[in-house]
């Protein structure tokens, strides 16, 4: 089973709106109600900041935003600021023999 | 706040055995979620390996599946990973989380991670 689906980097300037998809199958992404995205900065621990397709966690801005449409998944981050530059991963379930996937990761540069 | 802390040895020599045990505060808060470790190789993304319920249901990485192995000391608040005929391609930081929501692949606490480097 393959990773999902990421590009590899994306950028926007401060104030701006970017999204990061995830694309994968109807096996995994489409198939399921349980997408999740992470955070991730320089030498950190990965934070949980969408769950369950489109949820916020308590405490994680409403900047962060999660949708999805067929196999592809999206994280949305409106008004860009300087602190959100990070490494962003999605992830999803996907049925009980495989379980859980992760994507290969989108560099967030914030110019 | 549900706090996880990994230990292990940081070096494993090639074809021997990986093993790494996480520890998590608050017994309650074991009850009902899943609990999981995932790796990241340096400067590489992220890996899940592997999860196991408290109900003794493991879910395993198909990639590894033949060579990973979890299990749960309930009574000491602890979480094991066993991977075996370790490689340079295993050297990673690894992690065990807690996994929530219905199928537990909501990762929302982690530990800090541990480097494990396999070297002779």
């Known amino acids: 089973q393959s990773a999902l689906t990421q590009p590899a980097s994306v950028s926007g300037s401060p104030g701006q709106s970017i999204t990061i998809s995830c694309t994968g199958t109807?096996?995994?992404?489409?198939?399921?109600?349980?997408v999740s995205w992470y955070q991730q900065h320089p030498g950190k621990v990965p934070k949980l900041i969408i769950y369950?397709?489109?949820k916020r966690p308590s405490g994680v801005s409403n900047r962060f935003s999660g949708s999805k449409s067929g196999n592809t998944a999206s994280l949305t981050v409106s008004g860009l600021q300087a602190e959100d530059e990070a490494d962003y991963y999605c992830?999803?379930?996907?049925?009980?023999?495989?379980?859980?996937?992760f994507g290969g990761g989108t560099k967030l540069t914030v110019l | 706040q549900v706090q996880l802390q990994e230990s292990g040895p940081g070096l494993v020599k090639p074809s021997e055995t990986l093993s790494l045990t996480c520890t998590v505060s608050?017994?309650?808060?074991?009850?009902?979620?899943?609990w999981g470790w995932i790796r990241q190789p340096p400067g590489k993304g992220l890996e899940w390996i592997g999860t196991?319920?408290?109900?003794?249901?493991?879910y395993y990485n198909p990639s590894l599946n033949s060579r990973v192995t979890i299990s749960s000391d309930t009574s000491k608040n602890q979480f094991s990973v066993r991977l075996s005929s370790v490689t340079a391609a295993d050297t990673a930081v690894y992690y065990c989380?807690?996994?929530?929501?219905?199928?537990?692949?909501?990762?929302?606490?982690w530990g800090q991670g541990t480097l494990v480097t396999v070297s002779s």
């Open positions: 369950e397709d489109n």
């Open positions: 196991i319920h408290l109900s003794g249901s493991t």
């Open positions: 109807s096996s995994d992404v489409g198939g399921y109600n349980f």
């Open positions: 992830c999803s379930f996907a049925g009980s023999r495989i379980f859980v996937l």
């Open positions: 989380a807690r996994g929530g929501g219905s199928v537990g692949v909501d990762f929302d606490f």
């Open positions: 608050d017994y309650s808060a074991r009850s009902g979620y899943y």
